[in-house]
């Protein structure tokens, strides 16, 4: 065998043409040290930190990126996967032009589709010219506002091209903060009395579980796990325990969330406090979607509030510690187990289970995973009663529902009311009917992803395994209402061309799955065979359940519209 000799010349070349941008620029790394400041340079802290990066430089360019690889000593592949990962990221590389200072973002999905987003779009874009940024994105969670447009952080409700760029010429970039109930009325209203007696052993935690079990209670993030039993199953594995909350609603559709921390922000901190507390989980995440610039502020501001000023002697010793967490846009990190992706700091792909999140979790530990509302409802459960939210419901089904209803109806915004109500009684008693000029055509019960129902089927009871036999379900009951000016067959496509953008690409049923089907959907005529048979392959073989959900449209239009086919 020839032996090939390399002289030291040759090496101090290959090592002076190492991998471009990867040397760490001495002053790129000062100012991501100077962002940084006193922060812990821990590896779950990827995410956060980078925000401080795109929030300060509005883009996140190759340099910055290198020094802050080195100064959490990551690999700069590792750091360049997340970031672009999620869309709140701009990774400008060598070479590229960073885009402009200022993002006007306009919502494209379903309700401000309906509500004339598009043009909002082509207007923005002749009017702002090349100083501003003019993206389409998904679900902004303000639907009851269609349509809206986002500058910076500030989102411009029922947004016109006028009032958008006069937000533009005012630097108006802040998200605007509502007006809510504080610490300080929430505690001179009897607030944190229910947690005081759990600190100080005044109430006992297994006859928490039981309340919480008998009340009936399901997971209101969509899924609808019996919160109680989760809790229990839990407990039941050996700590430590952690708790994961998740925030990042971006199902097309939902605002419910976003609505109760706007107005009532520390019943959900009470709810969850009492539920770790319970269960016995050392550590609180809430992740909370990034969208949701003005909730972040309140949080911020109610936590440290609730830290200075605790309901107990006791609470010290035994509050666990709550760490607020920023999502980056990707839809996909409302799955469980992509959000505990994401809180560790890494890019939000769903992981194969079992085993499951209340074994291993967060940081490999038993994890009590639940949704803002959930918590919402804890307190209200323990004080009043299981029998109390039991006594709710109607069309023999129990509890109350949270609706987040926008479309063409008069009153759109969150309703609460029994669960089991049927969709025109919804659209009657709480909505205040049909938009004038607007006849009843159809409705999504749940969201993009829990398929579409005429308005022939508007009679039936709305609530968990209600919907299943009719290829739809209820999830985080997100109604969005259409009539007889829209299309079903347009709404479907629009909600595929979704869940395309938003597919984390990790499985190949959902990846390809999703641009096919649009790609067929886009045809004057459907294959309907093909489509049927892509559908099928999609919800057999995806890991999640974005491919899983992703063809219930599209499947519901070729079921109940089948003259818009024709």
């Not at 501003?132 to 989102?155: E, S």
């Not at 502020?297 to 010793?317: C, D, F, V, W």
């Not at 039936?460 to 259409?482: E, Q, R």
Request: charged fraction near 25%; glycine fraction near 10%; charge should be neutral.
């Amino acid at each position: 065998m020839a032996v090939i000799k390399i002289s030291p010349e040759q090496i101090t070349k290959k090592k002076r043409r190492g991998p471009k941008g990867h040397a760490v620029d001495p002053v790129s790394l000062e100012e991501v040290r100077k962002l940084l400041g006193g922060e812990s340079r821990q590896r779950d802290l990827l995410i956060e930190h980078l925000h401080k990066i795109q929030d300060y430089y509005r883009h996140i360019s190759s340099r910055h990126l290198v020094a802050l690889a080195h100064e959490m000593n990551l690999a700069t592949t590792e750091v360049f996967e997340v970031a672009s990962f999620y869309h709140h990221f701009d990774v400008v590389k060598e070479g590229q032009t960073p885009p402009p200072a200022l993002t006007v973002r306009v919502c494209e999905s379903l309700s401000c589709a309906m509500a004339g987003s598009n043009n909002l779009f082509l207007a923005l874009e002749n009017g702002l010219g090349n100083k501003v940024r003019v993206q389409k994105v998904p679900c902004v969670g303000r639907c009851q506002y269609a349509p809206v447009a986002v500058v910076g952080q500030n989102p411009v409700d029922r947004a016109t091209a006028e009032t958008v760029l006069t937000a533009v010429e005012h630097n108006a970039v802040k998200a605007k903060i509502t007006d809510y109930i504080s610490f300080e009325q929430y505690k001179a209203d009897g607030g944190y009395q229910t947690l005081k007696q759990l600190i100080e052993d005044k109430i006992d935690a297994d006859s928490i579980i039981q309340k919480m079990e008998n009340s009936g209670l399901r997971g209101l993030g969509g899924a609808g796990f019996p919160a109680g039993r989760k809790w229990r199953i839990v407990k039941g594995f050996d700590g430590p325990r952690l708790m994961a909350v998740n925030i990042d609603e971006g199902e097309p559709g939902t605002f419910k969330d976003r609505h109760y921390l706007e107005h009532d922000p520390h019943r959900f901190l009470e709810g969850a406090i009492i539920a770790a507390l319970t269960v016995g989980c050392d550590e609180i995440y809430i992740y909370l979607r990034d969208e949701y610039a003005g909730c972040r502020e309140i949080l911020t501001k109610e936590i440290a509030k609730l830290h200075n000023n605790p309901p107990s002697p006791l609470y010290n010793y035994r509050m666990p510690p709550i760490h607020l967490r920023r999502g980056a846009g990707a839809y996909i990190c409302g799955e469980e187990s992509a959000m505990v992706e994401s809180i560790e700091g890494k890019r939000g792909m769903p992981r194969l289970r079992p085993p499951f999140l209340a074994e291993v979790g967060l940081f490999g530990r038993p994890t009590l995973e639940h949704n803002m509302e959930t918590c919402y409802w804890v307190r209200d459960i323990i004080e009043k009663g299981p029998e109390w939210f039991a006594s709710h419901g109607r069309n023999e089904r129990k509890g109350l529902r949270s609706f987040s209803i926008s479309g063409r109806i008069n009153k759109p915004g969150v309703h609460l009311a029994p669960a089991g109500i049927t969709m025109r009684e919804l659209i009657a008693e709480y909505c205040g009917g049909m938009q004038e000029g607007h006849e009843f055509y159809g409705y999504f019960p749940g969201g993009a992803s829990g398929g579409i129902l005429p308005a022939s089927m508007g009679d039936i009871p709305m609530d968990f395994d209600t919907l299943n036999k009719y290829g739809c379900f209820i999830g985080s009951a997100a109604v969005v209402v259409f009539s007889n000016q829209d299309s079903a067959r347009e709404l479907a496509l629009n909600a595929m061309k979704f869940f395309e953008d938003e597919s984390c690409g990790q499985c190949t049923p959902c990846r390809v799955g999703t641009a096919k089907a649009t790609i067929l959907m886009e045809e004057k005529n459907w294959n309907q065979e093909l489509l049927e048979e892509l559908s099928t392959v999609m919800v057999d073989a995806s890991i999640c359940g974005l491919g899983q959900a992703a063809p219930n449209p599209l499947r519901c239009v070729m079921k109940y519209f089948p003259d818009e086919l024709r």
